[in-house]
């Protein structure tokens, strides 16, 4: 096994609790760092049917505008404290590259849900999405429940659009223990398998 696997895996059981020590933020954030190089370099691509189910985000940075020559850095990145639950699931349909993402943070009785359509470019390993619809819970009790921005049309019009003007996830590497993926704005996130 690669040197970044072990330090994701190593990570993935100790967020989980299955024993040993969590490796440092940075320590993770090189490991993710490599094993997107590698992807690159090996050109791998992942089926969508690799993505299907849920994923508790274990791990993610953010990004900084760097003042100088106006790009973007990262953040140092944190693992998602444990009474926190933040899920990602994707679903597809039958035999297509489209399907739905739902994107959940639950603390406590708080329940707070985002769905919406996504598509999945195969050789690019791009998962774009758009979230329209929110649903909003409070101790099991539906609070708000309702379309966001323009809704339906705006799930019609979706598969119409070009990646660039939509959300997305770059995935550069997928088991079936854990995915991790580089977003739109440049941060990375490593989700484990539920």
């Not at 690669?2 to 090189?30: C, I, M």
């Not at 959940?104 to 849900?113: C, E, F, I, R, S």
């Amino acid at each position: 096994m690669t040197d970044f696997k072990s330090t994701l895996s190593q990570a993935v059981a100790a967020y989980r609790g299955e024993g040993g020590a969590r490796p440092t933020a940075q320590t993770l954030v090189n490991a993710l760092l490599q094993a997107e190089k590698a992807a690159k370099q090996e050109r791998l691509t992942y089926p969508f049917e690799s993505l299907l189910g849920k994923w508790q985000l274990c791990f993610a940075t953010g990004t900084k505008k760097a003042r100088q020559r106006g790009g973007i850095i990262l953040g140092k990145g944190l693992y998602v404290p444990k009474f926190v639950a933040v899920q990602i699931s994707f679903s597809s349909q039958p035999d297509s590259t489209k399907g739905e993402i739902a994107n959940q943070v639950q603390l406590g009785a708080v329940l707070l849900q985002l769905t919406g359509p996504a598509k999945y470019l195969g050789k690019k390993n791009l998962l774009a999405f758009d979230f329209n619809y929110l649903h909003f819970s409070l101790f099991g009790r539906i609070v708000y429940n309702k379309l966001i921005r323009s809704g339906q049309a705006q799930t019609e019009d979706f598969y119409e659009q070009p990646i660039a003007k939509l959300p997305f996830f770059a995935f550069f590497l997928v088991t079936p223990d854990f995915i991790a993926a580089r977003g739109r704005g440049g941060g990375l996130a490593l989700w484990i398998g539920h």
